[in-house]
């Protein structure tokens, strides 16, 4: 697609359900990362894919919250009984590759609150 | 690991006055230093980045930004600021001496442009 798409744009549910999070990258960026981005924060990274495996994942905070990008495009975030301090806005972004020079491009976010 | 700080969390300017918001960072190889800006309920937007050549950088919508590494700064500018540009603007590193596309972000300042 012309640019990264995030769906939900927002999410309200109750502390210990489990939330799924979709990312759609760029088309033919081989390279996403997902970001959790707290109120008044910079972006903090979580996960980096490059392709179809996790390059690295030591942003990831608890064995709670889990990525996969199964055909190395579409990615989902998945979080496993969610608490209140999972509140952010999850952000998904894509670059051409894995060249640290690259630009990431971000989506809009999806906006998770846990009541 | 590599780190930004933007010392200023709030940055206020009158319009057509120059502007200045700050960065500084920490990496242990060459830094690939990057700025984006946030608007309000949309994604993070790129400006422009160093990655090597010319200190002076330019970007999008009439910002540069120097790169001063006796300093370790990164400073973003504009010489004459415009209500539009009122915004998040966020620094970002990564270390082109490591094999990995952990970039990491400061925690923000909000520029605000007064008619």
């Known amino acids: 697609g012309a640019g990264v798409s995030q769906t939900p744009s927002n999410k309200v549910t109750e502390k210990g359900k489990y939330v799924e999070l979709r990312c759609d990258p760029i088309?033919?960026?081989?390279?996403l990362y997902w970001y959790r981005q707290s109120l008044g924060q910079g972006p903090e990274f979580l996960i980096y894919?490059?392709?179809?495996?996790?390059?690295?994942d030591s942003g990831l905070p608890n064995d709670r919250f889990f990525a996969v990008r199964p055909e190395g495009s579409v990615s989902t975030l998945k979080i496993q009984r969610t608490e209140r301090g999972d509140s952010a806005v999850y952000l998904c972004?894509?670059?051409?590759?894995?060249?640290?020079?690259?630009?990431?491009?971000f989506g809009a976010g999806s906006r998770l609150t846990v009541l | 690991a590599q780190s930004v700080a933007q010392p200023e969390d709030q940055v206020n300017v009158a319009e057509g006055n120059p502007l200045t918001v700050k960065c500084t960072y920490s990496?242990?190889?060459?830094?690939?230093l990057f700025w984006y800006v946030q608007y309000p309920n949309r994604g993070l937007q790129f400006l422009l980045k160093?990655?090597?050549?010319?200190?002076l950088v330019k970007g999008s919508y009439g910002f540069e930004a120097e790169f001063n590494k006796s300093q370790t700064s990164f400073h973003l500018k504009k010489p004459s600021a415009l209500v539009s540009d009122s915004a998040l603007y966020f620094c970002?590193?990564?270390?082109?001496?490591?094999?990995?596309?952990?970039?990491?972000f400061g925690a923000g300042t909000r520029l605000t442009v007064k008619p």
């Open positions: 088309s033919g960026h081989t390279a």
């Open positions: 894919f490059q392709g179809t495996g996790a390059a690295d």
């Open positions: 990496v242990s190889g060459n830094p690939y």
């Open positions: 972004a894509s670059s051409r590759d894995r060249s640290g020079a690259n630009v990431l491009t």
């Open positions: 160093y990655i090597t050549g010319d200190n």
């Open positions: 970002a590193v990564r270390d082109g001496g490591l094999n990995n596309n952990d970039m990491r």
